[in-house]
T-cell receptor, first 115, second 116 residues
Framework: AQSVAQPEDQVNVAEGNPLTVKCTYS??????LFWYVQYPNRGLQFLLKYITGDNLVKGSYGFEAEFNKSQTSFHLKKPSALVSDSALYFC?????????????FGQGTTLQVKP | GAGVSQTPSNKVTEKGKYVELRCDPI?????LYWYRQSLGQGPEFLIY????????DSGLPNDRFFAVRPEGSVSTLKIQRTERGDSAVYLC??????????????FGEGSRLTVL
């Protein structure tokens, strides 16, 4: 069965410093991996995806993620954190092939960026 | 607005009652999804519609849960004989057909259901 794990409940970082939010995955076949963000009182928003191609994927708001097949990881990164990046981040994997849009989400990691 | 709209935003009901949650997807999106998010957890898939038909309802927890999308646009999630364990935020998302394949979903803000 497909799954993702986010080992950190919370990540704290100072504004201006680089940030990393970790995600590992377990899939059979080629992984379709995603990051979504949930701001307070807002719906989940798509950030970026990896389907194939370059291992470094660029997404919205200056975020990027690095796909590492040997470590089965898909960590979310940003070179310089902003206070406004503080939110709940979810890693997800598509469950199976085909046009299902059925995603399996991790438990989420709260990112706290302090001024 | 142009986003996915869900009503009500909050619903408090008593154990055993019937509840309906409504989702109005982005215009033109053929795919519609329901997810459930319990406190401290990530969203869990419930059901997926492509057009009017339920293409995948494998996530519905039991036969108390049912969803319809009769005209291929608005969808209603129906919960019969609610139980306290049904308390959660119910999320609706929509996407284009291509978005369904690539996992780029547009989520609403959710309907928070509390069963007393």
């Amino acid at each position: 069965a497909q799954s993702v794990a986010q080992p950190e409940d919370q990540v704290n970082v100072a504004e201006g410093n680089p940030l990393t939010v970790k995600c590992t995955y377990s899939v059979s076949g080629n992984p379709y991996l995603f990051w979504y963000v949930q701001y307070p009182n807002r719906g989940l928003q798509f950030l970026l995806k990896y389907i194939t191609g370059d291992n470094l994927v660029k997404g919205s708001y200056g975020f990027e993620a690095e796909f590492n097949k040997s470590q089965t990881s898909f960590h979310l990164k940003k070179p310089s954190a902003l206070v406004s990046d503080s939110a709940l981040y979810f890693c997800a994997v598509r469950d199976g092939p085909g046009n299902t849009g059925k995603l399996i989400f991790g438990q989420g990691t709260t990112l706290q960026v302090k001024p | 607005g142009a986003g996915v709209s869900q009503t009500p935003s909050n619903k408090v009901t008593e154990k055993g009652k019937y509840v309906e949650l409504r989702c109005d997807p982005i215009s033109g999106h053929t795919a519609l999804y329901w997810y459930r998010q319990s406190l401290g957890q990530g969203p869990e898939f419930l059901i997926y519609f492509q057009g009017t038909g339920a293409a995948d309802d494998s996530g519905l927890p039991n036969d108390r849960f049912f969803a319809v999308r009769p005209e291929g646009s608005v969808s209603t999630l129906k919960i019969q004989r609610t139980e306290r364990g049904d308390s959660a935020v119910y999320l609706c998302a929509s996407s284009t057909r291509q978005g369904a394949n690539t996992g780029e979903l547009f989520f609403g803000e959710g309907s928070r259901l509390t069963v007393l």
